[in-house]
């Protein structure tokens, strides 16, 4: 789904940096999402937005934060990069549904290494 | 937490047989298990969800059961192809109150199919 947009796509930064990572999406979603992949260990979710405004940590939400100031966009971000947080990165976005599944649709990825 | 299982985390298969990866989990209140797949350099997406009140699902070659009892859901791959070939999540959704969902992923199971 091209609705779902990621900046950047590939990101390489040196320890210590501030990054941000932009998510954007067209879907009308209210529900936003960030998880990080690393090989052997699947996606684990960093944190999740219900609506503007509203923020929840996920299971690895330590050194991250994010921004939810649109309905539209919601932002990663790592205040102080450490080579561990080398990772592929992807937002994801599901409808607002009461009491019933809604699938989550994932952007691209952005690809992020810490020097 | 919701801990969920994922078996095998690779698997080799003619082009024709059936491919079957297992998944387990840990929370009763989860209720919702969608599977994803996630080519080389792509985004997951997702190929089957099945309910907790239904035990067996079934789209062309690919089919999910669920034991609910046993904690123990399957993704089943029939006449496979090529094309099949690829990463392959489990997940484990609980419902969240307000309407949105919260996923917990296996680790993956990487899927080749032989010519």
Known sequence: ?115 | GENVEQHPSTLSVQEGDSAVIKCTYSDSASNYFPWYKQELGKRPQLIIDIRSNVGEKKDQRIAVTLNKTAKHFSLHITETQPEDSAVYFCAACRVLTGGGNKLTFGTGTQLKVEL
């Open chain 1, 1 to 115: 789904d091209a609705d779902v947009t990621q900046t950047p796509r590939n990101r390489i930064t040196k320890t210590g940096k501030r990054i941000m990572l932009e998510c954007s999406q067209t879907k009308g979603h209210d529900r936003m999402y960030w998880y990080r992949q690393d090989p052997g260990l699947g996606l684990r979710l960093i944190y999740y937005s219900f609506d503007v405004k509203d923020i929840n940590k996920g299971e690895i939400s330590d050194g991250y934060s994010v921004s939810r100031q649109a309905q539209a966009k919601f932002s990663l971000s790592l205040e102080s990069a450490i080579p561990n947080q080398t990772a592929l990165y992807f937002c994801a976005t599901s409808a607002k549904g009461q009491g019933a599944f809604q699938p989550q649709h994932f952007g691209d990825g952005t690809r992020l290494s810490i020097l």
